[in-house]
């Protein structure tokens, strides 16, 4: 792109035409916003008819066409897939067919197969149901008054993020409240238990243990209940 602008900026009108030619005819350039902000372009008092050909394909789909060479016109028809596919995210056959002016349905397909490849979509193509289910798309020019409308889709974009945001905060926040309650729970279970032992083991009952405290020592002295002592740390209460 930078060698084109260099080119621009001194050539005079009919070498122009022909570096804009050659630019459009570029398979690895899809954006032209910085040559219709370059100064030769953004001084004129009338616009060139390069620059409405640039401005079609900065902006505009494939209607009512220039005469245009073989290469243009392809890269044109990818910039229109890239448009329909900003919009919707299912592009039927038959709409792709009669909107990027196609002869037959395997040129169609050939088409979206190339703009794939240059890296400008990501879709799979459904012959069955003959639809293209589209994953992503990358972005065209934006045109000046356009922009507003950008920041506003950014902004609510933010703040979709930001409730979001804050709903995962406020989730979190809760689990680790019921997590610090468990703990909690936890250890003074475990502190009344030891409490119930040591007195036990102090003051046994006249005549012997019941069964049933024979039962409750056995069942907490027992290696589960020894290794849950490790664990929360009362082995040394």
């Avoid at 122009?16 to 008092?45: C, T, W």
């Avoid at 037959?104 to 197969?113: A, N, R, Y």
């Avoid at 794939?116 to 459904?126: M, R």
């Amino acid at each position: 792109m930078d060698a084109y602008l260099s080119a621009l900026n001194t050539a005079a009108e009919p070498d122009a035409i022909l570096v804009i030619q050659r630019l459009l005819e570029d398979e690895g350039i899809y954006h032209f916003g910085r040559v219709l902000d370059a100064p030769k372009f953004a001084s004129a008092e009338q616009p060139s008819a390069y620059w409405n050909l640039l401005e079609l394909f900065s902006f505009a789909a494939s209607a009512q066409l220039p005469v245009l060479t073989e290469r243009q016109l392809e890269k044109l028809k990818h910039l229109s897939l890239v448009s329909l596919a900003s919009t919707t995210k299912v592009l039927p056959y038959d709409d792709l067919i009669r909107e990027l002016d196609c002869a037959h349905e395997q040129q169609m397909e050939d088409l979206v197969i190339d703009t794939i490849y240059k890296g400008l979509l990501t879709a799979k193509l459904d012959q069955q149901r003959r639809l293209i289910e589209v994953e992503f798309v990358v972005g065209r020019d934006v045109r000046q008054g356009d922009l507003q409308g950008v920041y506003d889709s950014l902004d609510q974009w933010s703040i979709v993020c930001e409730k979001e945001l804050n709903t995962l905060a406020d989730g979190v926040n809760t689990a680790e409240r019921e997590s610090v309650s468990k703990r909690v729970k936890e250890r003074e279970f475990t502190f009344a238990l030891q409490d119930m032992r040591m007195t036990y083991a102090a003051h046994p009952p006249m005549g012997g243990e019941p069964d049933n405290l024979a039962r409750y020592d056995s069942q907490y002295t027992s290696s589960e209940y020894q290794h849950e002592e490790q664990r929360t740390g009362m082995a040394d209460y």
